[in-house]
T-cell receptor, first 113, second 112 residues
């Protein structure tokens, strides 16, 4: 069955520190992979997506993610976190044959001053 | 500017009542989706549509229905609201093949 696992429910980092949010997926075919961010009381905003090609993808707000097929992972990274990055982050997976996405349960990011 | 709007933003209803949540998009997207978001469960797919007159059940479709009579709208109906349907509901749309969802701002539904 298709699934997405985000192992960390809540992460706290200091402002200026680096960030890595983990995402593992289970999918029968080559997946399309996404990261979304949700600020409190808001809908989700697309950060970045991977369809094919270069396994390191750049997104908005200084985020990047790396697709590792051998590890079934698509971890999100940022070199230096800003207080405005505090939000909830969702990893999602889809396939060419389907238009709908499966979402992980999310990781809440808190940023310490 | 194109947008996707959900209404109402907040609603309180009683158990057993029929409730309809509206979703309207002006992106001219073929694909539209309804998700519910609950603490500890993330987003779970309720129903989705790939075009006019097309509807499909998602992971948690029991107690919900949708209809797609035009490109712009995908209303979600709770036939007989239950307390277990208290949740935040998100509508999303995407163009065929793009998979870049655009989300609405959500509807917070409370069933008492």
């Amino acid at each position: 069955a298709q699934s997405v696992t985000q192992p960390d429910i809540h992460i706290t980092v200091s402002e200026g520190a680096s960030l890595e949010l983990r995402c593992n997926y289970s999918y029968g075919a080559t997946p399309y992979l996404f990261w979304y961010v949700q600020s409190p009381g808001q809908g989700l905003q697309l950060l970045l997506k991977y369809f094919s090609g270069d396994t390191l993808v750049q997104g908005i707000k200084g985020f990047e993610a790396e697709f590792k097929r051998s590890q079934s992972s698509f971890n999100l990274r940022k070199p230096s976190v800003h207080w405005s990055d505090a939000a909830e982050y969702f990893c999602a997976v889809g396939a060419r044959s389907q238009g709908n996405l499966i979402f992980g349960k999310g990781t809440k990011l808190s940023v310490k001053p | 500017d194109a947008e996707i709007t959900q209404s109402p933003r907040h609603k309180i209803t009683e158990t057993g009542r029929q409730v309809t949540l509206a979703c309207h998009q002006t992106w001219n997207h073929n694909n539209m989706f309804w998700y519910r978001q609950d603490l500890g469960h993330g987003l779970r797919l309720i129903h989705y549509s790939y075009g006019v007159q097309d509807t499909n059940k998602g992971e948690v479709s029991d107690g919900y229905s949708v209809s797609r009579s035009n490109t712009e709208d995908l209303p979600l109906t709770l036939e007989s609201a239950a307390s277990s349907q208290t949740s935040v509901y998100f509508c999303a749309s995407s163009d065929s093949g793009s998979y870049g969802y655009t989300f609405g701002s959500g509807t917070r539904l409370t069933v008492v």
